[in-house]
Nanobody, 117 residues
Framework: QVQLVESGGGLVQRGGSLRLSCAAS????????MGWYRQAPGKQRELVAS???????IYAESVKGRFTISRDNAENTVALQMNDLKPEDTAVYYC???????????WGQGTQVTVSS
C-alpha cells in the first residue's frame, strides 16, 4: 500500500508563493502520471497539474504560467511550485498517483492553501 503525504500548505497573501511537496512511501517510478488536484469549498475536485514519468506536464488553464510541477524519482517526491497566488487558488490541494499497471489510484490526505486578498 503506497502512502502519499503532502506538505507545504499555509496562508499567504495575494501575489505570494508556496511550494507543495508530496512524498511517497515507496518508489514513484511505477506511477504514471502523478498530479496535483484541488478542491475549494462547495466545488468539485479539479486537476491543477499532472506530470508523466517522462516529465511531460499539463496544467489547468487557470494556473498556466504561475504553477510548475516537477517530480524527483530519486527522492520519490512530486512538487508544485505556486507563484503569484490569487484568492481563487484557495483550496485543499491533493496529491494523486496512478500506477502504470492496473491504473490504481492513490491519494494523499490533502494540504490547505489559503490566499488572502
Amino acid at each position: 500500500q503506497v502512502q502519499l503525504v503532502e506538505s507545504g500548505g499555509g496562508l499567504v497573501q495575494r501575489g505570494g508563493s508556496l511550494r507543495l511537496s508530496c512524498a511517497a512511501s515507496g518508489s514513484i517510478s511505477g506511477f504514471n502520471p502523478m498530479g496535483w488536484y484541488r478542491q475549494a469549498p462547495g466545488k468539485q475536485r479539479e486537476l491543477v497539474a499532472s506530470i508523466s514519468s517522462g516529465g511531460n506536464a499539463i496544467y489547468a488553464e487557470s494556473v498556466k504560467g504561475r504553477f510548475t510541477i516537477s517530480r524527483d524519482n530519486a527522492e520519490n517526491t512530486v512538487a508544485l511550485q505556486m507563484n503569484d497566488l490569487k484568492p481563487e487558488d484557495t483550496a485543499v490541494y491533493y496529491c494523486k498517483a496512478v500506477t502504470r499497471l492496473l491504473n490504481l489510484e492513490y491519494w494523499g490526505q490533502g494540504t490547505q492553501v489559503t490566499v488572502s486578498s
